[in-house]
Nanobody
């Protein structure tokens, strides 16, 4: 059974940085693709970054390119999301997610995104 546990959220000032971590256990072919989603208050959940665990290929939504970096450790047991130049609009709950196909796991559909973590809160304010 796949388990995803996020950590690293917190409260930061605009312009700051955070590094989110997602510990992966029970990895199978259903975790070939890993992604980070976020859900801001009153908004739908959106996929912001994805990585193919096999070769490290990455994909980002346009709005976060240049500020967000997704990566994994050598053992592929942890996936990270480095967030730089944080803005108040980055305030959201950030979720780690795993699916079988890259980059389709960034869609958030039931078939392509079957495994989710519990989320970690990121708050950006002066």
């Amino acid at each position: 059974q796949v388990q995803l546990v996020e950590s690293g959220g917190g409260s930061v000032q605009p312009g700051g940085s955070l590094r989110l971590s997602c510990a992966v256990s029970g990895a199978t072919s259903s975790t070939n693709c890993m992604a980070w989603f976020r859900q801001a208050p009153g908004k739908e959940r959106e996929g912001v970054a994805g990585i193919y665990r096999g070769d490290g290929r990455t994909h980002y939504v346009y709005s976060v390119r240049g500020r967000f970096t997704i990566s994994q450790d050598n053992s592929q047991s942890t996936v990270f999301l480095q967030i730089d130049s944080l803005r108040p609009e980055d305030t959201a709950i950030y979720y780690c997610e795993a699916g079988p196909r890259f980059p389709l796991c960034m869609l958030g559909t039931r078939a392509e995104s079957p495994n989710w973590g519990q989320g970690t809160q990121v708050t950006v304010s002066p």
